[in-house]
Nanobody, 121 residues
Framework: QVQLVESGGGLVQPGGSLRLSCAAS????????MSWYRQAPGKEREWIAA???????RYKDSVKGRFTISRDNAKNTVFLQMNSLKPEDTAVYYC???????????????WGQGTQVTVSS
């Protein structure tokens, strides 16, 4: 049974930083690309970052240079370091496994519960 458990969200002031984690289980984590997504209130879920099994990375333009995706295959965990946060980054953040290079496409598994990020002064 596949599980994706996101954590690390919270309330942060504009310009601040957060590091999100996603612990995966139930599949061979090291063999899969992983993506981060987010869903803001009233908006559709959007893809924001991906990392291949070989650690190649891709980013949505709106987060490029501010967010960094990484992975620890020994811990079956993917991370999202978020710096210079803006109010428009407020959303629930999710991770999922994806097919590379179709990393913006349909994810492979059911969604986890996500983690809320709120950027506000």
């Amino acid at each position: 049974q596949v599980q994706l458990v996101e954590s690390g969200g919270g309330l942060v002031q504009p310009g601040g930083s957060l590091r999100l984690s996603c612990a995966a289980s139930g599949f061979t984590f090291s063999s899969y690309a992983m993506s981060w997504y987010r869903q803001a209130p009233g908006k559709e879920r959007e893809w924001i970052a991906a990392i291949s099994s070989g650690a190649s990375t891709r980013y949505k333009d709106s987060v490029k240079g501010r967010f960094t995706i990484s992975r620890d295959n020994a811990k079956n965990t993917v991370f999202l370091q978020m710096n210079s946060l803006k109010p428009e980054d407020t959303a629930v953040y999710y991770c999922n496994a994806v097919q590379w290079p179709y990393y913006t496409g349909t994810p492979l598994y059911s969604w986890g519960q996500g983690t809320q990020v709120t950027v506000s002064s």
